[in-house]
Structures are given as C-alpha cells and as structure tokens.
C-alpha cells in the first residue's frame, strides 16, 4: 500500500485517542502552544518507547535549525503501517504540534502533512488491532492467546489516594522519574494498560507465562504455590501467585518494589502493595476481562477495584527493544 493510502486509511478508520501512550504529555508539552514546522527530514529514530523525527528549518533570518518532534513508539507507528521511509531523509513534510516546554526547537508531533497529499495524525494511532481470524470455537473462551486493550483509558486516581498518595504523587517528576525513561514496565497495573501493546497468555502444567511487547516484559504465575518462598526479594512486577475458577485466572501478587503504580499520572505505590487479579473470558463477546484490585492503605483511601476488556490480536514479530533515555 502507497504512503497515501496507507495514511489516509488510519485517519478514516480509528478513532481518536490521546496522543502518548507511554508518559503524561503535559508536564513535556504545553499544548496551549502550537507550533508549525515546515522542513526537510534530517533523520528519523524509529523507536520504543518514542520516536522522533528531526527537520531541518529555515527561520525568517535564513538561519537553519534542526527541529525534533516526539511521536508514539516504533511498536504503536508499525501496528498502524509506517515503516522507516514514512519520514525518509530528504522528505518535505510540514509538522503541527505542542511546543516543548523545555526545548525551543521540540514539539509533540500532531500532524504532518505530506507534499502527496497525505496526512497522518497521531490522534487515530490509539486503539485496538483486532485479529484477522477468530481463533477456533472450542478455544474462544480461553484466556490464552494474543490480547490487546480495546480502548485506551488511564486513570488518574482522583480523589482515591491518601495524603501519603499525594505527598509521593506531588514529589514524582515525570520528566526523570518516568519508569520508561529505563526501559522498566512500572508495575502489573501499568502492565495491563498499554494501548496497542499486546500480551500473549500461555498456560502448562505449573505456571502460566504472560509475556507482554511493552518494553519486552514478562510476569510468571505460579499454579502450584500459594505464597512467595522465604526470601523472595521484591521487584517491578512482584511475585505472582494463581488458580483458576473455572476458565478464569486469578493471581495474587505480593513482593513488589515500592514504585510508580500508574506513572502518567504521578501515582505511586508503597511495597506493601498487594494486587488480586481475575481474567476472564466473556462467552457472548469472547473479549478478555481483567479486572485487579488494589490493596495499599498506605497509598490508596480503600481497596480499589478496576476493570478493561481487551479484543484478540496479532502476534509481534520483533522485540520491544527499548531504548533507555528521553529528551524532548
């Protein structure tokens, strides 16, 4: 499929999402500020968990500059048809986007307009990639398999943490305490919600594996333990252990390093954490429900229960790769 083609499907065919999907935009870009960048591609970093593209731009002196705009992940962008030449070097391309607040010359990027006419906007990159062909009858109730989220939502925890929640809420800096910035998945929570960053579920005689693309992670739980063994050292993702009611899965999860539960939005977590999690299949839809309740009073006023439905998806074919770092 032409360029063209291929962008004009995306702002035809998805709906409208926020624009990053990884990090909160605003404490990066202030989207009262619209720039417009008219320029040639110098390079473009096709990568997770963003990807930039660099033009260079004449001023009203003559003078050139380089321009970078931040996009979704190398992942997310592929999911949706663009490959490394959508910003080949040498394309004119004019960019819309939210100026940086810590870089004169960044931007998140909006839109870019192409000299054929062609026009990708990053509000249509976010939502679910449904899988071609429905698996089998006999196993369109299992939780294993490929899963995406069907929606993209984050919560931001209003009026739900203590005052401890907000004191750690209000010392989170986004811009240097952001887990992504270290290629680390933050958290189970932050686990789940990753729009467009599927997880494949694999289950056998002990264990079931859940191996998510977001930043290569993967969780183990144990089917034959009911608790974590003596000496177990806390970690980003904790020690998980399951059974299964039915076709349904649940997992309790204990044993996780004190860290950001849902980092776009600040919120943290202590290490007394402990996570109770059901998947389950929905026999009318055979869409996946997750559902995980939060036990932390140090952090959170009650236990809090939270739910998202995901749809079948296609398997990746590449490693995340992160690469670790971020500037705008």
Not at 172 to 189: E, H, L, N, T, W
Request: proline share 6%.
């Amino acid at each position: 499929m032409s360029r063209t083609r291929t962008l004009f499907a995306l702002t035809a065919a998805l709906a409208a999402f926020p624009c990053f999907a990884h990090h909160g935009v605003a404490p990066h870009y202030d989207d009262s500020k619209s720039v417009t960048i008219d320029g040639t591609v110098s390079e473009f970093q096709f990568i997770n968990p963003h990807s930039f593209v660099y033009l260079r731009v004449k001023g009203n002196n003559g003078q050139e500059a380089v321009w970078h705009c931040e996009m979704a992940s190398r992942s997310v962008l592929e999911r949706n048809g663009l490959t490394v030449m959508t910003f080949a070097p040498g394309t004119h391309v004019r960019i819309e986007g939210s100026q940086a607040r810590q870089n004169p010359t960044g931007c998140a990027l909006r839109e870019a307009h192409f000299d054929d006419g062609s026009v990708l906007r990053s509000s249509t990159l976010f939502g679910a990639t449904p899988a071609a062909t429905a698996v089998p009858a006999a196993q369109s109730n299992s939780i294993e398999g490929i899963w995406a989220m069907k929606r993209f939502t984050v919560s931001r925890y209003i009026g739900d943490l203590t005052e401890e929640g907000e004191r750690r809420r209000a010392a989170f800096d986004p811009v240097k305490d952001d887990p992504a910035i270290y290629c680390d998945p933050a958290s189970p929570v932050r686990f789940w919600v990753n729009v467009n960053e599927p997880f494949e579920i694999r289950r056998d005689a002990t264990q079931v594996v859940i191996d998510n693309r977001f930043m290569d992670s993967r969780r183990i739980v144990h089917l034959n333990a009911t608790a974590a063994p003596a000496g177990t050292p806390p970690s980003t993702l904790g020690y998980s252990t399951g059974h299964f009611e039915g076709a349904a899965l649940v997992i309790e999860t204990t044993h996780l390093k004190a860290g950001a539960l849902e980092p776009r939005y600040g919120v943290m977590h202590s290490e007394n954490l402990k996570l109770t999690e059901r998947l389950e299949v929905q026999p009318a839809t055979h869409e996946l429900d997750i559902s995980w309740t939060i036990d932390d009073p140090l952090i959170f006023k009650t236990r809090l229960t939270q739910k998202e439905t995901y749809v079948r998806t296609e398997r990746w074919t590449e490693r995340y790769n992160c690469k670790p770092g971020y500037q705008q």
